[in-house]
């Protein structure tokens, strides 16, 4: 066996539910294509069970915003350079970061600096925040595995010294394993308000304001959260008592394709929501400074990915202050009332969606992440001359 092609000693990371899920994939991938490939790292229970060596369970850890992070600086300072010190030890053939780019960019660098190859898998959004820091993504990374077909043109203008494969969003390919033929039912919304407790404490509340005006002029109106873990659900319970809402563990993408309309945090949610034809209104609201920041930050006009992709507002959004219950309940009403609003919306997100490749996503990833490895060994390989 040629030295490029033995078993190679890979490190992951991934920080937050969908970025393991979407890094388990890969590293599953990434054991069929390479039999006796070895992976560790950092990353949550998909990850543990596709046959990762998870050394630290992050998403155990999952913040939003700028806030939370400083609140927790202390911790992720600890995590951080406790995976380096693993790294400096074992010293992998190649880093594999999952999106989570506040953590995976910083240690990126430091990687950079011990002479270990990077490749990052669903680029952070340079392209939403500050088209200025796109320049440092070459000295941080090897190779960028983007899932949008866009992010490459732009990485092509932006950053033409990086190499960057386009490998598909695997979002589309696990959704179309998940598609039902279910008759939607006109007086179920759903609520979707994120994974994490620290934004569900945010985002849930104006939408359950906007669920009892909702029912004042609908009472037949039936609600129903997917939470994404039991500690998401407790929380949603404790939040909606009173509230005539069913909650959830689960389920999510089943809602989706039953509910005549819904409300939903910013997120892989939404871009699910758009697959399986549900309109919308996207909810987001962070903490003041994270949103002080970000306005300074952000150059896109929207925040739902959907409305990036298609360029314009196909759903509308309700950022910070007007995620107010009045605005969200006149917006959710209007898609309930009107099927030619509804279906209008529905045919947009479709041809949004249909810019998106899913099929092997995963696989795609593996092997080009697998391809550079084999390149960057027989770079080192090749006798100076």
Not at 221 to 243: D, I, N, P
Not at 271 to 294: I, K, Q
Request: include cysteine; glycine fraction near 8%; proline fraction near 5%.
């Amino acid at each position: 066996m040629s030295a490029q092609r033995e078993a190679p000693l890979i490190m992951m990371i991934a920080g937050e539910i969908s970025g393991d899920n979407h890094a388990a994939r890969v590293a599953s991938e990434i054991l069929r294509q390479r039999p006796g490939a070895k992976l560790f790292g950092a990353g949550g229970p998909a990850m543990k069970a596709a046959g990762v060596e998870l050394l630290l369970d992050l998403t155990e850890h999952a913040v939003v915003g700028l806030t939370d992070v400083l609140a927790n600086y202390a911790k992720f300072r600890r995590l951080f350079w406790q995976l380096v010190r693993v790294a400096e030890q074992r010293k992998p053939d190649a880093v594999i970061l999952t999106d989570y780019p506040g953590f995976n960019l910083r240690f990126a660098k430091q990687m950079k600096l011990r002479g270990i190859p990077v490749f990052y898998y669903i680029s952070p959004q340079v392209w939403a925040w500050g088209r200025g820091r796109v320049k440092e993504i070459p000295k941080l990374v090897d190779l960028m595995m983007v899932v949008f077909p866009f992010e490459k043109d732009f990485y092509r203008e932006h950053a033409p010294a990086l190499r960057v494969e386009f490998v598909g969003h695997p979002v589309v390919e696990q959704l179309s394993r998940d598609r039902r033929e279910v008759k939607r039912e006109e007086n179920l919304v759903a609520l979707l308000p994120g994974s994490r407790e620290a934004e569900v404490e945010r985002i849930l509340p104006p939408m359950l304001g906007a669920a009892r005006l909702l029912r004042r002029e609908r009472p037949g109106l039936r609600f129903e959260l997917a939470a994404a873990s039991e500690k998401v659900a407790a929380l949603a319970r404790t939040l909606a008592q009173g509230e005539p809402v069913e909650v959830c563990v689960g389920g999510a993408r089943e809602l989706m394709q039953r509910a005549a309309a819904g409300m939903v945090a910013s997120g892989t949610a939404t871009l699910e929501c758009a697959f399986f034809g549900l309109p919308y209104a996207l909810v987001y609201r962070v903490s003041w400074l994270t949103y002080a920041v970000a306005r300074w930050l952000v150059t896109v006009r929207h925040l739902g990915i959907v409305n990036v992709m298609a360029g314009r507002e196909i759903v509308p959004e309700f950022i910070q202050q007007r995620a107010q219950p009045e605005l969200l309940a006149q917006a959710v009403a209007g898609l309930l009332g009107d099927r030619g609003r509804r279906e209008q919306m529905q045919q947009e997100l479709a041809g949004a969606m249909a810019t998106l490749e899913g099929e092997r996503a995963a696989e795609r990833a593996a092997a080009a992440a697998l391809a550079a490895l084999d390149a960057a060994k027989a770079g080192h390989c090749k006798p100076r001359s």
